[in-house]
Nanobody, 123 residues
Framework: QVQPVESGGGLVQAGGSLRLSCAASGRTFSRYAMGWFRQAPGKEREFVAAINWSNGRTYYADSVKGRFTIYRDNDQNTVYLQMNSLKPEDTAVYYC????????????????WGQGTQVTVSS
């Protein structure tokens, strides 16, 4: 079992960058795939990015490919989301989640969720 806790959100101008961190408690962190989702006001929560535990393979939503990078540090039990070239449409609450299913890109595949961190991109 892991408990994700996100940090690093904030307010940034369009074109800027932010790095989100997700620290996960639990000794089995390295055995979980980790993902980032986001939810904008009035919209459904959507997949952003994920990374496998076994081979480090990454997955991205089309809307963030080439701008966002997910990576993990298993020694620190932390997964990161580097967000570059941010756009106002990236404004959302960003959630970190853990899954026992590698390659999971749907919410139902994730068992453990953080409380979220707000990212606001001004135009």
């Amino acid at each position: 079992q892991v408990q994700p806790v996100e940090s690093g959100g904030g307010l940034v101008q369009a074109g800027g960058s932010l790095r989100l961190s997700c620290a996960a408690s639990g000794r089995t962190f390295s055995r979980y795939a980790m993902g980032w989702f986001r939810q904008a006001p009035g919209k459904e929560r959507e997949f952003v990015a994920a990374i496998n535990w076994s081979n480090g393979r990454t997955y991205y939503a089309d809307s963030v490919k080439g701008r966002f990078t997910i990576y993990r540090d298993n020694d620190q039990n932390t997964v990161y989301l580097q967000m570059n070239s941010l756009k106002p449409e990236d404004t959302a609450v960003y959630y970190c989640a853990a899954s026992s299913i590698e390659g999971a890109t749907k919410q139902w595949g994730y068992s453990y969720w953080g409380q979220g961190t707000q990212v606001t991109v001004s135009s």
